[in-house]
């Protein structure tokens, strides 16, 4: 009897850890984000004060500016955040009730902690990480990628998982389930597969709301990492955006070894952007009409090569300019950002099937 219980207790035991990701629990998957979020305990670190700040003042500014800017899009069917990270808080800020999310970057899926796991000395661990990890976000609205390569993959702390966690119950989220997945869009197989996840689906929504969908794939989006590996692209096929963020991104799209990428973004019929968009000239090229809004005052000296005088001239040309009331990419001083929404003029049959409301 005794052989036989330990049979059983190996194959129950084998059936646990063989499900995937996705058969954890609903409630167990928000509190452990509830719990990485701190939201049920005392604002004790900078960090959490930060946050309290943060969605006091900065989540409003933002969701202010979007009723007003892009109130047709807010519900829009996908939204697309290329080069994103774990920057959940600005896609839901700005766009709070769109069907489907679709970001990436090169920060490793990662995974939750195991709270059950964890001794008072490990639990804090994790908050020190967490807090760490969100710095750079919370006091001026954008992650910094080289320091990301190292704080999210930490002993305490695995990818971007905890913190899109973190930031969508921040933000007035639950949290359903969610479900390893590949580059292309298919689901994981882990006896098939080798290494770790690259893709993830998060299913999420608010109270009594519709449910949401985040795909987040990490991979390296130059052209030659695409050619690499062109499951991303396979996934886009069957993807229109119905509008696109861009920010803090490096001014990757201003370089041709990433034109495969900039091709894809600038089929959107939206874009939302900063000056690490695309530049200000291709986009009056590729037919957008452009909206500016705050100001443009320059680059970071370590980009001083991306300086578009071409942007300095129309904004000088924009007189009153209206101030963004919330930090915004690298210039994140409120009064010194720039944010550009430019549009596709959608004309003659494209007219006819919106009129029609087909």
Not at 36 to 59: H, N, Y
Not at 159 to 188: I, Q
Not at 189 to 211: M, V, W
Request: hydrophobic share 40%; glycine share 8%; with cysteine.
């Amino acid at each position: 009897m005794t052989s036989l219980r330990l049979a059983a207790a190996a194959t129950c035991l084998a059936a646990l850890f063989s499900q995937p990701a996705g058969a954890i629990e609903a409630r167990s998957l928000n509190d452990t984000a509830r719990w990485l979020a701190g939201v049920d305990a005392p604002a004790t670190t900078a960090s959490q004060k930060g946050w309290e700040g943060l969605t006091q003042k900065r989540t409003p500014a933002l969701r202010d500016f979007a009723q007003k800017h892009l109130a047709k899009e807010q519900a829009c069917d996908t939204l697309f955040y290329p080069f994103s990270g774990p920057d959940m808080l600005n896609a839901v800020s700005l766009f709070p009730a769109c069907k489907k999310y679709i970001l990436f970057g090169l920060e490793p899926v990662g995974e939750l902690p195991d709270l059950g796991k964890l001794d008072e000395k490990k639990q804090a661990a994790v908050r020190k990480d967490m807090d760490k990890a969100q710095s750079y976000l919370v006091a001026r609205n954008y992650f910094v990628t080289q320091y990301m390569g190292s704080e999210l993959r930490t002993p305490h702390l695995k990818g971007v998982l905890p913190l899109v966690s973190a930031m969508l119950v921040r933000t007035g989220y639950e949290l359903h389930d969610y479900a390893w997945a590949n580059t292309d869009g298919s689901k994981w197989d882990a006896a098939a597969s080798t290494g770790t996840p690259r893709a993830i689906r998060l299913h999420f929504g608010k109270p009594g709301g519709p449910e949401q969908e985040l795909f987040y794939a990490s991979f390296d989006a130059s052209d030659k990492g695409l050619k690499n590996n062109p499951g991303f692209l396979r996934f886009m096929e069957g993807v229109t955006p119905t509008a696109t963020l861009i920010k803090s991104a490096s001014y990757l799209l201003h370089d041709d070894i990433f034109s495969t990428m900039r091709g894809l973004v600038e089929k959107s019929p939206v874009l939302v952007q900063d000056d690490t968009g695309l530049p200000y000239r291709r986009l009056l090229g590729s037919g957008y009409k452009v909206e500016l809004y705050g100001d443009y005052t320059g680059v970071l000296p370590v980009f001083k090569y991306r300086y578009q005088p071409e942007l300095a001239r129309a904004y000088a040309a924009v007189q009153p300019k209206e101030v963004l009331q919330f930090p915004w990419s690298y210039m994140y001083r409120i009064g010194g950002v720039g944010l550009q929404i430019a549009r596709k003029p959608v004309t003659g049959p494209a007219v006819a099937r919106v009129a029609s409301g087909s």
